[in-house]
């Protein structure tokens, strides 16, 4: 599948001396390609949650239209893209999330059960084993770590076997041998077709990355091409 932004922007009303009007994400264009990694760098607070929370279907830009196929995601009902979202997009937000009154398993699951009654225990346990966590599948999310909480949502993200991942600072919170297993999964889905956008301040991730994009003052562009070694990956899921 093919996510593209149009001239995509979106801007905030807040409280304040001169202009009311905050534009984080200036008019964009922007294609996500399948089968392959792209990153987002800059600075906090330059525009690029809001960028990547525009394409994933959960905010609407100001101005522009987000197409997956062709077909402009926000001119569908909330329930219509909602389901669109959970059936094509895995999205990891940036905060810390987790239903506290369900186990990691059951976290990892909800998506799976959201349109559909089949079961996809066994690829609940394979992701968690993935990311390195299966041994607290029973275990509460309010009882986890920050980089315990992190890896029970990428699994979660990757739970309906999604075709665009999304993730937003997905390595955060992670020691360095964990961000080199997420990255290198990360690397084995998109070496498998599945196109994947990543929100990083981890320098080690742009390795793995085939573009490299910064934002700035609500700015997006493509950074000049560099040759990037590709580690080896087997990885897919």
């Keep these: 599948m093919i996510l593209k932004a149009e001239g995509i922007s979106r801007s905030f009303f807040r409280n304040g001396k001169g202009t009311n009007v905050f534009t984080a994400v200036k008019g964009t264009d922007f294609t996500l390609e399948a089968g ?30 987000v197409l997956l196929d062709g077909e402009d995601i926000y001119a569908l009902d909330d329930g219509t893209r909602s389901k669109l979202r959970n059936e094509h997009i895995g999205v ?57 909480l992190r890896r029970m949502a990428i699994a979660r993200a990757l739970i309906n076997s999604p075709s665009i991942i999304i993730a937003d600072e997905p390595t955060g919170d992670l020691d360095d041998e964990t961000t080199q297993l997420v990255l290198k999964l990360f690397r084995g889905l998109a070496d498998s077709g599945a196109s994947v956008l990543m929100v990083t301040h981890e320098h080690d991730a ?23 070694t590709q580690p080896e990956v087997t990885t897919e899921l």
């Design 36 to 65: 392959k990694i792209t990153a987002i760098i800059g600075r906090s607070g330059s525009g690029k949650s809001t960028f990547s929370n525009m394409l994933a279907g959960l905010l609407e830009p100001s101005e522009g239209r």
């Design 92 to 148: 990891v937000p940036q905060g810390q999330t987790g239903l506290q009154s369900l186990t990691v398993l059951e976290n990892v699951l909800a998506p799976a059960y959201m349109y559909s009654r089949t079961s996809k225990a066994d690829r609940a346990h394979e992701l968690l084993k993935k990311v390195d966590i299966d041994e607290l599948c029973d275990v509460y999310s309010n009882e986890l770590s920050g980089g315990e």
């Design 206 to 228: 742009l390795k793995f990355a085939d573009f490299v994009y910064k934002m700035d003052k609500g700015v997006l562009t493509e950074c000049a091409s560099q040759a990037i």
